[in-house]
């Protein structure tokens, strides 16, 4: 039988386009509720101050105003603490230094942007407007922004039970076994590199609406959110102490998260307790100053690392030191983000025996710091790829052979790292081979010498990574420190004349679930594409679930359809068995079939399912009536995308401006059900690393004023920006899941910012220049070659 | 008291009138008075292009207009375009090529892109791209919406 046009591995067209391409999609901020009000929240404009007092009178008398609230009030109301998702512990096993985060401060304010107090009126602008009559008495206090300065002696205090603004001092790994590497290294290559801030900025702004039943008592929250059970349990248990059964959470359209939409946010809180309060629905939407000051930052590292190697290049041992900065709270995940999505990473694609690693997490005066597309991985990536290119460099040994001499070979699987990961499966040597040819590796110096003569400096860059995805084992996670489980949840409801409906946990906010998981569903019961709807975002409809983030909808979210799928097909049989008066063991399921083994009889899904739901010829005796199957998939590992991405730059020595002018990416994201939605994802996450590299850096001054708080001051990849980029698979199945399946989500922005500064590097090496901090804007590449060709006069 | 006054505007063809506070901007009029939700708000600084309109036979960005300054004109919104059939090849393209992931900035994207296909018969990818560079996408690094587009060109009209 020829493959299906609309199964596994068909470039299905994707079912929710409709409607985003003809401005019929549901998001947040489209929806109006009956006799909705609108919130503005007042924020901190100081980095780091004390509440003296706050007057509302004046606000609460002005036209349309219904109500104004503070800090104060919700803690009359006993609201709790925005909680934390994840505990690590300190080197000495303590628990991590954990401060509480009230929804809206209460005695002191912690960056700018810090909520303080929210005006509900019956328009935005009268809300906007009375805001303004709100009086706050600050007494500001000294700020502290960057990490290297949080934990100097004598620094500004971010918390009281914080010494030193530590919130915690973690490390991995065999100190000794490092400590013994190094003493016999021929050659101990050095990096000391930031991982520059960034802001998420998905284009749709953060929205919540709050709505509350007298009659029933029952709360809905509407939320731009990649996990809306997550946020039902956060808010519900821990915040506004509300039973789920009395609690929706609704997550419609979604535009673009990139892990900012994980969280739990104050302002989800605040419109959900301040519609109980007013009896009527709260709205509040974000501005986009609202989002740079208020979603949660990524990255921000500061980090030293020491690679130890033998006489022929192969890695001996792993040091790592690095400053991770938290921000002003400890936002859902982000404790995790630093260390168990980061150090566990070091090892790489690469046999190094003897990793170690230690993690100090310090708080400062600025906006919340947790995940972001690749959350820890493009951390731990762009770390040790620049610094095998560096060891490369120094010894003299070409950067893709040094990688080859270190690869973990094909036949080494399953491979235990140093760091705690067992990788199931990977072809490193394929994937690097891959993107050799396809990125003309071999006629570079050609392209250089071309580019030379019309005064450009060219320049490439390699980087091969890997990643951890499909978050996670629960008891692994939990053991970690995690305070949730991590499995995923489906639902497969066949209806009666057999078309489907899948309620799952996952979220999709663009990464097009309504096609991909069709395309299981349609391979899996051998039905139409056109029969089968995906459902989810709502805790109404959906059984449970953990989200979407860490590329884990496939690996745990496809896999929890496939085992309700399994479930379905198992019941189907048995039904099948008695309408054919067949032993059960006889029927086999096959192509949307259910049929006695080496006979033509059969009867089709849709007829096992009329006769689940209309059983009058039916074995009521042993089997209940309908044909509706849940599944919990807790995955037995993690996955581990991998892959080679190449970059090739341009630069105009004279303005600092760099190009990328190639750019192509080999991924190995295990069983691709949908290559346009893979290359897509691809594409999206290489643009965002892309934009790390050249573009991206969120900038506080001393005092702790976001200097980047706008479109117009943080600068993020344009079309006109951008190179092609060449996307291609290289593919080993993941061992442990049903579909084989790794995850794609992240593998971009992983893989791309070594390549392309590893590229800016390289054409810069005539100079002497070893290193560049991202981002490489054009001030400072002009800048390194200024200071190069200084210090070569000299 | 909200200053306000009366405009009466064409939009997707039909008139209409309404007493609107003269602070509103055009894209909150769109969306709230109209519910014409197809219209995205990103930035409200006129830097992403999520909310962009045709304004009198123009691409405009209706967060930085106010809704008093379309009084006496005309406005064409994703949804009107969809229905005259203007938008039909590149909304085709874009199907094809899954131009697009969140579906935020498409409505904006679309519009831009008629606009320059409606000025430039066979454009380059280069020309593509930097017509689109007004329009930020965080999804999809534009690639597949410059093929889309590329491919859309094929087969658009231009206005005689």
């Known amino acids: 039988m020829a493959p299906r046009d609309d199964g596994i591995g068909a470039a299905v067209r994707r079912k929710e386009d409709f409607r985003f391409l003809t401005g019929r999609g549901l998001y947040v901020d489209d929806i109006v509720r009956p006799g909705q009000l609108y919130a503005y929240i007042l924020r901190s404009p100081h980095a780091h101050a004390e509440i003296r007092a706050i007057d509302t009178a004046k606000a609460m008398r002005a036209k349309g105003v219904v109500a104004v609230f503070t800090g104060a009030d919700m803690a009359k109301d006993n609201v709790g603490s925005l909680p934390c998702g994840w505990q690590v512990k300190n080197k000495d096993g303590s628990p991590m230094n954990e401060p509480p985060h009230p929804p809206l401060a209460v005695d002191r304010v912690r960056h700018v942007g810090d909520p303080v107090a929210v005006v509900i009126a019956d328009s935005r602008e009268a809300a906007k407007d009375a805001a303004e009559l709100v009086e706050i008495d600050y007494r500001p206090l000294p700020a502290v922004v960057s990490v290297a300065e949080a934990i100097k002696p004598g620094a500004p205090q971010v918390w009281d039970i914080a010494p030193g603004n530590t919130c915690y001092d973690w490390e991995i790994g065999d100190k000794a076994a490092v400590d013994a590497a190094f003493s016999r290294a021929h050659h101990v290559a050095r990096i000391e590199l930031v991982n520059n801030r960034l802001v998420p900025n998905a284009m749709e702004p953060r929205a919540a609406i709050g709505d509350f039943d007298p009659a029933s008592g029952e709360y809905t929250l509407y939320t731009t959110s990649q996990n809306p059970h997550v946020i039902r349990l956060l808010m519900g248990a821990f915040v506004l102490h509300i039973p789920e059964s009395k609690l929706r959470v609704y997550a419609p359209d979604v535009g673009g998260g990139f892990g900012s939409k994980i969280f739990h946010y104050a302002e989800e809180a605040i419109v959900t307790w301040a519609a109980g309060k007013v009896k009527r629905p709260v709205k509040w939407t974000a501005e986009r100053s609202e989002s740079f000051m208020t979603d949660a930052h990524g990255r921000d590292h500061v980090t030293r690392a020491e690679l130890a190697l033998d006489r022929d290049g192969k890695f001996l041992g792993l040091r790592v030191s690095t400053l991770a900065n938290m921000g002003a709270y400890l936002s859902t995940f982000a404790p995790c983000v630093p260390t168990y999505l980061y150090a566990t990473l070091l090892a790489g694609v690469y046999t190094t025996p003897a990793i170690y690693a230690e993690v100090r997490a310090v708080f400062t005066n600025t906006v919340p710091v947790d995940a972001y597309r690749g959350a820890g991985r493009p951390e731990a990536t762009y770390l040790l790829e620049r610094l095998v290119d560096v060891a490369a460099r120094e010894m003299n040994i070409d950067p893709v052979e040094i990688r080859r001499r270190n690869f973990i070979a094909p036949d080494a699987f399953p491979y235990q790292t140093p760091v705690a990961l067992q990788y199931d499966s990977g072809n490193y040597h394929a994937t690097l081979d891959q993107a050799l040819k396809a990125a003309d590796w071999a006629g570079f110096p050609k392209r250089r010498e071309e580019a030379r003569k019309r005064g450009k400096l060219r320049g490439i860059g390699i980087s091969t990574y890997i990643e951890a995805c499909g978050i996670a084992p629960s008891n692994v996670v939990g053991a970690l420190g995690a305070r949730a489980g991590l499995y995923e949840a489906a639902e497969v409801r066949v209806h009666p004349t057999g078309t489907v409906t899948v309620f799952t946990g996952c979220h999709s906010h663009g990464q097009g679930h309504e096609t991909t998981y069709a395309q299981l569903v349609a391979e899996g019961l051998g039905i139409p594409i056109e029969n089968v709807e995906i459902v989810h975002g709502d805790t109404a409809k959906i059984p449970f679930g953990m989200g979407t983030y860490g590329s884990r909808s496939l690996a745990v979210g496809g896999s929890a359809i496939v085992r309700a799928m399994d479930k379905i097909i198992r019941k189907g049989k048995k039904i099948a068995s008695h309408l054919l008066e067949a032993a059960e063991a006889d029927i086999e399921f096959k192509d949307g079939k259910f049929t006695v083994a080496g006979t033509d009889r059969s009867k089709t899904f849709a007829e096992v399912a009329l006769a689940a739901y209309v059983p009058h010829n039916y074995p009521l005796d042993e089997l209940e009536p309908g044909l509706d199957e849940t599944a919990f998939y807790d995955p037995k590992n993690f996955t581990f995308p991998a892959g080679c991405h190449i970059c090739e730059v341009e630069i105009d020595p004279d303005t600092g401006v760099t190009q990328v002018v190639n750019f192509t990416a080999v991924d190995d994201v295990g069983r691709v059900i949908n290559p346009m939605i893979v290359e897509g994802q691809v594409q999206g996450g290489v643009a965002q690393g892309i934009g790390q590299a050249l573009l991206e850096n969120c900038v506080y001054d001393e005092n702790g004023q976001l200097l980047t708080g706008s479109m117009m001051d943080y600068t993020m990849p344009r079309a006109d920006n951008l190179p092609s980029i060449a996307v291609s698979t290289h593919t080993t199945l993941c061992t442990h899941n049903p579909l084989g399946v790794k995850g794609c989500g992240e593998v971009g922005a992983i893989g791309a910012p070594p390549a392309v500064i590893n590229a800016i590097v390289d054409a810069l090496s005539s100079y002497g220049i070893t290193h560049i901090d991202m981002p490489a804007t054009p001030q400072r590449v002009w800048k390194a070659i200024q200071d190069a060709r200084m210090k070569q006069a000299a | ?160």
């Open chain 2, 1 to 160: 008291m909200e200053e306000v006054a009366t405009i009466s505007v064409q939009v997707n063809g039909q008139r209409i009138t309404r007493t609107v506070p003269v602070r509103m901007s055009l894209a909150d009029f769109l969306r709230q008075e109209l519910e014409l939700t197809g219209t995205h708000v990103g930035c409200e600084q006129g830097i992403c292009g999520a909310c962009t309109v045709v304004v009198n036979g123009r691409c405009s960005r209706s967060c930085l207009m106010l809704a008093v300054q379309v009084d006496g004109g005309t406005v064409e919104t994703v949804e009107g375009a969809t229905e005259t059939g203007r938008l039909k090849p590149l909304q085709d393209a874009f199907y094809a090529r899954a131009a697009l992931q969140c579906g935020f900035c498409t409505p904006g994207i679309l519009l831009t892109a008629a606009e320059f296909l409606d000025e430039h018969s066979a454009p380059s990818r280069a020309q593509i791209r930097e017509a689109l560079s007004g329009n930020y996408c965080r999804c999809t690094g534009y690639q597949a919406i410059v093929d889309a587009i590329e491919t859309a060109s094929a087969s658009w009209r231009r206005p005689g």
